[in-house]
Nanobody, 115 residues
Framework: QVQLVESGGGLVQPGGSLRLSCAVS????????MGWYRQAPGKQRELVAA???????NYADSVKGRFTISRDNAKNTVYLQMNSLRPEDTAVYYC?????????WGQGTQVTVSS
């Protein structure tokens, strides 16, 4: 069994920052990619950022220059630093970890950007 536990969401004003964390535990086998997705009301889930164990990263165009994905491989944890937040960043954010045994998702954490 694999568990992904997210933390760090909340309410923030436009221009503010938040840091999301996702810790992976359980029957872990060779994590390579780790990523963050988000889903806003009435919209499809979309990739926000992803990171490989080799250090490669990619970002959605809408968050480039504002969000940074990082990871601590020793702790099986992935982070998403979100700066200069905008109202359109409001969504439920999910971490995602594909492994040989399956594709695993966190429970989701709400991020609301509003004044």
């Amino acid at each position: 069994q694999v568990q992904l536990v997210e933390s760090g969401g909340g309410l923030v004003q436009p221009g503010g920052s938040l840091r999301l964390s996702c810790a992976v535990s359980g029957s872990i086998f060779r994590i390579n990619a780790m990523g963050w997705y988000r889903q806003a009301p009435g919209k499809q889930r979309e990739l926000v950022a992803a990171s490989t164990s080799g250090g490669n990263t990619n970002y959605a165009d809408s968050v480039k220059g504002r969000f940074t994905i990082s990871r601590d491989n020793a702790k099986n944890t992935v982070y998403l630093q979100m700066n200069s937040l905008r109202p359109e960043d409001t969504a439920v954010y999910y971490c995602n970890v594909p492994m040989m045994t399956g594709i695993y998702w966190g429970q989701g954490t709400q991020v609301t950007v509003s004044s």
